[in-house]
C-alpha cells in the first residue's frame, strides 16, 4: 500500500508543471489571437498612450478610412497632432470634428480645444508653379531635402511619394500601416508615414501623412503626387 500511495502522490506532483505549462501556452496564444484581431485604431490608442505620438498618428488616420465619420477617431487625429506640437494641424482637425459630429460630445471638446489654441497665424505665400503639358507642378523638399517636384492634384487624398525617394531619405513604414488608394488601376493598398516637413517653394507643413507609391511612367525628377 505505501509504494502505491507514493506513486500516486508522485504523480500529482509531477503533473502540476505540465499542467502550468499548458495554461501558460492557452494564455500566450490567446493574447496573440487579441493582438491580431486588434484593428488600427486600438493599436494608435496603445501608442498613444505609449507616448508614441507620430506612429499613433499614422494608425489613428488609418482609421477614419473605415468610420470617416466617427468623431472620437478624428480627436484622436487632433491629440496626436498638438502632443506633436503641431497646432496648425490640431485645429484644422478639431473643425473636422465640428463637421462631421457637430452634436456629439467630442465637439464640445472640440470647441475648447481651439479656444485654448486660438487661431493659428494664417500667412500667405506665392508658389511658383511649372506647367508640362496638362499637369502643373511644383518643386518641393521632404525633411528639409529636395527631392524634385510634385504634380499638383487635387482630387489626392493624401500626398505621396516615389519609392526611390523615401529609400533615399530613409523614410519607412514604421508600423505595417496602410491605406486605400484609388488608381488608374483599381484600388490598392499603399504604405503610408509620417514625414517631419514637407516644404513646397517655401510653404511648409509639419507631421505631414505620406503614402509611398510609384507613379507610373513618370521622370525621376517627379517626387510625387501633391
Known amino acids: 500500500m505505501a ?52 506612429w499613433a498618428l499614422e494608425k489613428f488616420i488609418q482609421s477614419t478610412e473605415q468610420a470617416p465619420r466617427d468623431p472620437q477617431r478624428w480627436w484622436y487625429v487632433a491629440e496626436s497632432y498638438r502632443m506633436l506640437g503641431d497646432a496648425a494641424a490640431a485645429a484644422h482637425v478639431y473643425r473636422q470634428i465640428l463637421h462631421v459630429a457637430p452634436a456629439s460630445s467630442f465637439a464640445v471638446s472640440a470647441r475648447q480645444a481651439l479656444e485654448a489654441l486660438g487661431e493659428p497665424g494664417a500667412s500667405t505665400i506665392q508658389v511658383p508653379i511649372q506647367r508640362r503639358g496638362g499637369s502643373a507642378m511644383v518643386p518641393g523638399r521632404i525633411n528639409g531635402e529636395p527631392v524634385g517636384v510634385f504634380i499638383l492634384d487635387t482630387g ?63 521622370p525621376s525628377n517627379v517626387a510625387g503626387l501633391l
Open 3 to 54: 509504494p502505491e500511495g507514493k506513486l500516486k502522490r508522485t504523480c500529482r506532483v509531477t503533473s502540476w508543471p505540465g499542467r502550468f505549462t499548458v495554461g501558460v501556452i492557452f494564455l500566450v496564444l490567446t493574447f496573440s489571437v487579441h493582438a491580431a484581431q486588434a484593428g488600427p485604431f486600438d493599436e494608435g490608442v496603445n501608442f498613444f498612450e505609449g507616448g508614441h505620438y507620430r
Open 156 to 218: 489626392a487624398s493624401y500626398t505621396s511619394i516615389s519609392e526611390t525617394v523615401a529609400n533615399r531619405l530613409g523614410i519607412s513604414p514604421t508600423g505595417g500601416t496602410n491605406v486605400r488608394l484609388t488608381t488608374a488601376n483599381g484600388v490598392i493598398q499603399a504604405p503610408l508615414v509620417v514625414v517631419d516637413e514637407v516644404d513646397v517653394g517655401g510653404a511648409i507643413a509639419r507631421h505631414v501623412p505620406v503614402v509611398v507609391h510609384d507613379l507610373p511612367g513618370m
